[in-house]
């Protein structure tokens, strides 16, 4: 059992960073795979990239491959998503999640945290 809390959402320029982190309860954090996701309005949710269990190992979306990057300090119980260059077309409401699987499938995700807003401006 893992129950999961995002910050660092907020309104950013286009062009900017900004870095998420979502921090977890429960001792078993290290056991799951971590994977971040977001949902604009009127569109599915959607996968973002993941992480494995040890941190080793990072899948991305087309969309944020090379502007995005994940990690995890399981010492802190935190995943981290630093998004760069950010784009009007990534504001949503992220969320991060973890699995027993590294899938881009919501479905496979047994834990969610209750998300947090981005907003880019342009």
């Known amino acids: 059992q893992v129950q999961l809390v995002e910050s660092g959402g907020g309104l950013v320029q286009a062009g900017g960073s900004l870095r998420l982190s979502c921090a977890a309860s429960?001792?078993?954090?290290?056991?799951?795979?971590m994977g971040w996701f977001r949902q604009a309005p009127g569109k599915e949710r959607e996968f973002v990239g993941g992480i494995s269990r040890s941190g080793g190992s990072t899948y991305y979306a087309d969309s944020v491959k090379g502007r995005f990057t994940i990690s995890r300090d399981n010492a802190k119980n935190t995943v981290y998503l630093q998004m760069s260059s950010l784009k009007p077309e990534d504001a949503a409401v992220y969320y991060c999640a973890a699995s027993q699987h590294i899938a881009p499938s919501p479905i496979l995700y047994d834990y969610w945290g209750r998300g947090t807003q981005v907003t880019v401006s342009s």
């Open positions: 429960g001792r078993t954090f290290s056991t799951y795979n």
